[in-house]
């Protein structure tokens, strides 16, 4: 799976957009982006995933770029609650051998 | 769909004592995972079953650690004898491999070994 490369920490204001960067230069063709996010004391919560177009759901946007070498997490309006973790994992979808490698993550700080 | 459950939530218990964990996946998931998490080290995949089968347990620690599938909406994680380093929480997931789609997880067993 490729490897992803994130911020250590960032910081919010509450009610702007949380825009979380993701660089994966190593992505193959066959590779999604997945997002998810742990906040204190709870288990990993999925986010959203794509392989190549910007997806949206009702927790988040996700832009990729058009290389696929990076992608962005976007949360349009930030609320104190989204203060979390936040994890970018790259991997096949449908690949029965392999699983979820995560990695230190972005910590997500949402300011009042 | 009441996700993946875990038991207990807490655990506390003394050095030597075996300790189970307990796991049920969400229902039509096929692949249940393990993970074990500490400040030091992050989320650490322990060891995942496809189907009720092991498939890598490359990521258990040692031989105290074993995993056990006996079917498919049950697992447990023993550690026999336990010692104070394997104080962490441990997270159980599951997913259906033959979609797209992530794991889900469940709320985690906050173990303390003193």
């Known amino acids: 799976d490729a490897k992803t490369t994130q911020p250590t920490s960032m910081d919010c204001a509450e009610g702007r957009a949380a825009n979380l960067p993701c660089n994966h230069s190593?992505?193959?063709?066959?590779?999604?982006v997945y997002w998810y996010r742990q906040i204190h004391s709870q288990g990993p919560q999925y986010i959203i995933h794509?392989?190549?177009n910007n997806e949206t759901n009702e927790m988040a946007s996700l832009i990729i770029t058009e290389d696929r070498k990076s992608s962005t997490l976007i949360l349009p309006h930030a609320t104190l609650r989204d203060t979390a973790v936040y994890y970018c994992?790259?991997?096949?979808?449908?690949?029965?051998?392999?699983?979820?490698?995560f990695g230190p993550g972005t910590r997500l700080s949402v300011l009042p | 769909d009441a996700g993946v459950i875990q038991s207990p939530r807490h655990e506390v218990t003394e050095m030597g004592q075996e300790v189970t964990l307990r796991c049920k996946p969400i229902?039509?998931?096929?692949?249940l995972f393990w993970y074990r998490q500490t400040m030091m080290r992050g989320l650490e995949l322990l060891i995942y079953?496809?189907?009720?089968?092991?498939?890598?347990d490359s990521g258990m620690p040692e031989d105290r650690f074993s995993a056990k599938m006996p079917n498919a909406s049950f697992s447990t994680l023993k550690i026999q004898p336990s010692e104070p380093r394997d104080s962490a929480v441990y997270f159980c997931?599951?997913?259906?491999?033959?979609?797209?789609?992530?794991?889900?997880f469940g709320s985690g067993t906050r173990l303390t070994v003193v």
């Open positions: 794509g392989l190549k």
């Open positions: 994992i790259v991997r096949v979808a449908q690949n029965y051998g392999q699983n979820f490698v």
């Open positions: 079953f496809n189907n009720n089968v092991p498939i890598d």
């Open positions: 190593t992505i193959s063709g066959n590779e999604y």
């Open positions: 997931a599951s997913r259906f491999t033959g979609g797209e789609n992530g794991y889900t």
């Open positions: 229902s039509g998931h096929n692949s």
